[in-house]
């Protein structure tokens, strides 16, 4: 089973930015470079949305559209880590930000922006906006 480790989180004004990690460990029956990598978020009273995602091999990359071009999803494999790099924060980016490991054969869009093809889930890290 592998285990999700996010950090990075904080409190900052509109206009900032952050970057998340995601650190993984306890791999078993793959190695990290088998998992697609994808970053989700859930604000107060809300569902949990996609945020972005990337494959196994990092040669693709997806964004929710409420993100694109202010938010960049990277992973190195050799630290087994993914990151979030997020600019120009709003007050709408305000959620607890969660990282998450996919083993689908598929890398598609359609699978990696679904909560139901994730099988491992970090603890989550606090992102508040404020403006």
């Known amino acids: 089973q592998v285990q999700l480790a996010e950090s990075g989180g904080g409190l900052v004004q509109a206009g900032a930015s952050l970057r998340l990690s995601c650190a993984a460990s306890?791999?078993?029956?793959?190695?990290?470079?088998?998992?697609?990598m994808g970053w989700f978020r859930q604000a107060p009273g809300k569902e949990r949305e996609f945020t972005a995602a990337?494959?196994?091999?990092?040669?693709?990359?997806y964004y929710a559209e409420s993100v694109k071009s202010r938010f960049t999803i990277s992973r190195d494999n050799v630290k087994n880590t993914v990151y979030l790099q997020m600019n120009s924060l709003k007050p709408e980016d305000t959620a607890v930000y969660y990282c998450?490991?996919?083993?689908?054969?598929?890398?598609?869009?359609?699978?990696?922006?679904?909560?139901?093809?994730?099988?491992?889930w970090g603890q989550g890290t606090q992102v508040t906006v404020s403006s």
């Open positions: 306890g791999v078993s029956g793959r190695t990290f470079n088998n998992y697609a």
């Open positions: 990337i494959t196994w091999s990092g040669g693709a990359t």
């Open positions: 998450a490991a996919s083993y689908s054969t598929a890398q598609t869009m359609v699978v990696l922006t679904s909560p139901a093809y994730y099988a491992y």
